[in-house]
């Protein structure tokens, strides 16, 4: 390579690297923007590619920004490109598990940033060189470098593509120059039409990337919903029969307890995934509450003991106390409070390296009387300028937090979202180095007749009721055709609609459903219909019974959550919509209201 002009030190040399590994980002560092004294490899190295002295240890100093995640490459390559400082390169990992991957993360950032040249850097062969042609077309902007690298090698490649970059960028502004020596002889209503032409392009591809975006992430929110769900369903299901099961032998203490924990911990996970499905639902105006008597404090005490494994592992001090009597019932949404505690107090722990997370509960008496919670950490603490970024979405203090600290960034702002359709309200206080109080208030209702607690001791033990759903007539001796392609899901709904008397019949596709139901229309009252299933899905299916002439009531039995899906369902036909975990009382209950008499228990 020939020696890089005397305008080298002027050059852009901004490199972003995107990789889930820390410490690749380290590695990178220490080759591309070195201490003073650099390696004597890397010194002759820089000294061939730069043709320029090595002594006394100076280097070429390259501008390296680093990301974890695709979705957080690709914003600061959108900041810089706005702020005038554009990459002029990016490493990129292909595997980086939850978000993108690294081709997509190209294909997003290329759909904006064209000029950018990128390097693949993988250990695996995930996508042949086919299929990332396929997808990346064919282009000289592209490189793919395979793990393990040795400093020399990324050296070169940094230099050689910044350089490169430089050169067409230096050729661009030439031909832009001739291009404006051209147009100044131009007509004004030419330039004029010729502005207008540029915005009105401009603007039909913004609306189209918006679009794309938008289709993206529900896309992905359905498919991810859908891979978690599917397994939770299983894991939750049989929790749930073993925990009946221990109760009715007697099972001891301790077998129990570490039941329950598994159940706690497993609809933790089901409520990360709902905080995903949740912001989907805030950007189409279809989230909704749904207020009823609601047991505020035993829900609190849930969350308290689901999370107290989790504050004693870092020798963090969780405590609840009421500062005066409180309500033992108000009238909320009791799904969206426990949401809201989740998040505020899964925050405290997560922000606290030392000391304490308290939790004080207290009446706030006015002409709308109010259930006062208060989550007071002493952990790290946020200066008042960033407090408000706190609440948008995928926002977090600063760009360190995730890397730090964990988390979507999702949570308070589904939070305050929450409060606010729930009537109330959270507010913020907090001190660097000292911790934060996040505030939540709530209406709570008429409170005449309701009893008040004076301590969290008044509770009742949490679990104290059986796990064991009530009878729901209707249910016994319901004939249930189960279309559903997991072995794991289909021994568990046999097992959960045996238990309560009814008469099952499993098959694995909707091909197999729809010819079942030809070979004996009469022989079932109700199709329990799985929505992702081989051969034949089951809206496909359900559409084929309902032009068939079929009258029986199916219901959708899906891990897809999102209100469009819902939506489909029943335009196919479907009589109910049921999400996976399975809700057993749900469950029984849709059975027994579309079935009613239509089944007896047979001898």
């Given at each position: 390579?020939?020696?890089?002009?005397?305008?080298?030190?002027?050059?852009?040399?901004?490199?972003?690297?995107?990789?889930?590994?820390?410490?690749?980002?380290?590695?990178?560092?220490?080759?591309?923007?070195?201490?003073?004294?650099?390696?004597?490899?890397?010194?002759?190295?820089?000294?061939?590619?730069?043709?320029?002295?090595?002594?006394?240890?100076?280097?070429?100093?390259?501008?390296?920004?680093?990301?974890?995640?695709?979705?957080?490459?690709?914003?600061?390559?959108?900041?810089?490109?706005?702020?005038?400082?554009?990459?002029?390169?990016?490493?990129?990992?292909?595997?980086?598990?939850?978000?993108?991957?690294g081709l997509e993360t190209i294909e997003r950032i290329w759909a904006e940033l064209p000029d950018v040249e990128m390097v693949i850097c993988t250990a695996f062969s995930d996508f042949s060189w086919e299929e990332t042609l396929r997808r990346l077309g064919r282009t000289d902007r592209l490189l793919i470098v395979k793990k393990p690298f040795d400093q020399?090698?990324?050296?070169?490649?940094?230099?050689?593509?910044?350089?490169?970059?430089?050169?067409?960028?230096?050729?661009?502004?030439?031909?832009?120059?001739?291009?404006?020596?051209?147009?100044?002889?131009?007509?004004?209503?030419?330039?004029?039409?010729?502005?207008?032409?540029?915005?009105?392009?401009?603007?039909?591809?913004?609306?189209?990337?918006?679009?794309?975006?938008?289709?993206?992430?529900?896309?992905?929110?359905?498919?991810?919903?859908?891979?978690?769900?599917?397994?939770?369903?299983?894991?939750?299901?049989?929790a749930d029969e073993l925990q009946e099961h221990m109760s009715a032998r007697g099972a001891a203490l301790p077998e129990r307890e570490a039941l329950e924990t598994i159940r706690r911990n497993a609809n933790h996970l089901v409520a990360i995934i709902n905080d995903l499905l949740e912001i989907s639902k805030m950007d189409t105006g279809k989230l909704v509450v749904e207020r009823g008597p609601c047991d505020a404090?035993?829900?609190?005490?849930?969350?308290?003991?689901?999370?107290?494994?989790?504050?004693?592992?870092?020798?963090?001090?969780?405590?609840?106390?009421?500062?005066?009597?409180?309500?033992?019932?108000?009238?909320?949404?009791?799904?969206?409070?426990?949401?809201?505690?989740?998040?505020?107090?899964?925050?405290?722990?997560?922000?606290?390296?030392?000391?304490?997370?308290?939790?004080?509960?207290?009446?706030q008496a006015a002409d709308e009387p109010r259930l006062v919670i208060a989550v007071r950490d002493s952990g790290v603490g946020i200066s008042d300028e960033t407090i408000e970024r706190l609440?948008?979405?995928?926002?977090?203090?600063?760009?360190?937090?995730?890397?730090?600290?964990?988390?979507?960034?999702?949570?308070?702002?589904?939070?305050?979202?929450?409060?606010?359709?729930?009537?109330?309200?959270?507010?913020?206080?907090?001190?660097p180095d000292v911790g934060s109080t996040f505030t939540l208030s709530l209406p709570t209702g008429d409170l005449d007749g309701v009893p008040m607690l004076g301590s969290p001791s008044d509770l009742p033990p949490a679990g104290a009721a059986?796990?064991?759903?009530?009878?729901?007539?209707?249910?016994?001796?319901?004939?249930?055709?189960?279309?559903?392609?997991?072995?794991?899901?289909?021994?568990?709904?046999?097992?959960?609609?045996?238990?309560?008397?009814?008469?099952?019949?499993?098959?694995?596709?909707?091909?197999?459903?729809?010819?079942?139901?030809?070979?004996?229309p009469a022989a079932f009252d109700l199709v329990l219909m799985d929505i992702q299933m081989p051969v034949l899905d089951g809206i496909a299916a359900t559409r084929q019974l309902r032009e068939r002439g079929h009258r029986v009531p199916i219901v959708a039995l899906t891990a897809n959550a999102l209100p469009q899906n819902q939506e489909v369902c029943a335009d196919a036909g479907c009589d109910g919509f049921l999400t996976k975990p399975i809700d057993r009382r749900r469950l029984f209950e849709t059975i027994g209201r579309l079935v009613g008499d239509r089944a007896a228990p047979r001898a």
């Open positions: 390579m020939s020696p890089l002009p005397e305008t080298t030190t002027a050059m852009n040399r901004r490199v972003l690297l995107i990789d889930d590994n820390e410490a690749i980002h380290r590695d990178f560092r220490k080759i591309l923007t070195p201490p003073a004294m650099a390696s004597a490899d890397l010194l002759a190295a820089e000294a061939a590619l730069f043709g320029a002295p090595t002594s006394g240890g100076e280097r070429v100093q390259f501008e390296l920004v680093t990301a974890s995640q695709g979705e957080a490459g690709y914003e600061l390559a959108k900041q810089a490109a706005a702020a005038g400082r554009p990459f002029a390169m990016a490493f990129v990992d292909v595997r980086m598990p939850p978000g993108w991957n020399v090698e990324v050296l070169q490649i940094a230099s050689a593509l910044t350089h490169k970059w430089n050169l067409e960028q230096q050729a661009r502004r030439t031909l832009s120059d001739l291009s404006s020596l051209v147009s100044e002889r131009t007509h004004d209503l030419e330039l004029a039409r010729d502005s207008l032409l540029a915005m009105n392009h401009d603007l039909v591809a913004a609306r189209d990337a918006a679009e794309a975006a938008n289709r993206s992430k529900t896309m992905f929110l359905a498919n991810i919903s859908h891979e978690l769900r599917t397994p939770m369903t299983a894991i939750i299901g049989y404090l035993s829900i609190l005490n849930e969350v308290i003991l689901l999370l107290q494994p989790k504050a004693a592992a870092k020798q963090v001090t969780l405590a609840c106390e009421y500062a005066s009597a409180v309500p033992g019932r108000i009238v909320t949404d009791p799904l969206r409070l426990r949401q809201i505690l989740l998040n505020l107090l899964d925050n405290a722990i997560k922000f606290t390296q030392r000391g304490e997370v308290h939790v004080g509960v207290r009446l609440f948008q979405p995928f926002a977090q203090a600063d760009s360190s937090t995730s890397r730090r600290f964990g988390g979507t960034g999702l949570g308070l702002a589904i939070s305050r979202q929450l409060a606010h359709l729930l009537g109330g309200a959270i507010d913020v206080h907090s001190e059986s796990a064991r759903p009530d009878p729901v007539p209707g249910v016994a001796g319901a004939r249930i055709l189960v279309a559903e392609d997991g072995r794991d899901n289909q021994l568990l709904l046999l097992h959960m609609l045996r238990r309560v008397g009814c008469e099952v019949e499993l098959v694995a596709d909707g091909a197999a459903c729809v010819q079942r139901m030809q070979q004996a």
